[in-house]
């Protein structure tokens, strides 16, 4: 029985200096990572033809970042996302397809496997109405965005973070036009924000 529990004893021991001595060691620097995600996408408002307030429904967005790192913390990023929503408010929605396409820097900050980061992102917005007659509206935008890596491994690991995009556009401008428009900006830019998560692959 004394036996059996000193067995025990040094295996559990070599487990946890195992796992200290992992935490430990210099992690390898990935050069890049690509990192699939979806979220939760909110925010955007209208002005109808009727003179009503309508606004993009919140709902699921998805996409991709890619990563190059540039230094020991600072990375360049590229990020494609695209959200199928509808402008609701003023009677039957009406379905627009939101996409981004940006790129900007990062920066993280952290020891072992979990990092924290910031993001400054800079691009165009397009929102492409879902009917052909109608033509799609590109504007530029801003993002700022935070959030945390997690890493299981040297290649695998878990990305979460929270966006904030600034879409300019012209005041009394027009979106959804065919001749006339169906929508027009109430202001000089919208706002809008998501939520999003998923893995990051390291290479």
């Not at 929605?93 to 820097?105: C, S, Y």
Request: net charge negative; glycine share 16%.
């Amino acid at each position: 029985m004394i036996a059996k529990l000193v067995r025990v004893g040094v295996g559990a021991a070599c487990v946890l200096a195992g796992g200290n001595a992992w935490a430990q060691l210099p992690q390898r620097l990935s050069t890049v990572e690509l990192a699939p995600f979806a979220g939760f996408q909110y925010g955007g408002g209208f002005t109808s033809a009727s003179a009503r307030d309508v606004s993009l429904d919140a709902g699921l967005d998805y996409g991709g970042m890619l990563d190059i790192r540039i230094g020991e913390t600072w990375f360049l990023e590229a990020l494609y996302s695209r959200q199928e929503t509808a402008l609701g408010g003023d009677g039957s929605p009406f379905e627009v397809t939101v996409e981004r396409l940006m790129g900007g820097l990062s920066e993280e900050r952290g020891d072992g496997p979990t990092k924290y980061f910031g993001v400054i992102l800079l691009g165009a917005t397009r929102f492409t109405p879902r009917l052909r007659e109608f033509s799609d509206s590109s504007h530029f935008t801003v993002a700022i965005g935070l959030g945390f890596k997690h890493w299981f491994s040297t290649h695998v690991g878990l990305r979460a973070e929270a966006r904030g995009y600034y879409v300019r556009t012209e005041a009394d401008g027009g979106f959804v036009c065919a001749g006339g428009c169906l929508f027009v900006f109430d202001s000089s830019g919208l706002w809008q924000g998501d939520f999003a998560g998923g893995l990051v692959f390291g290479f």
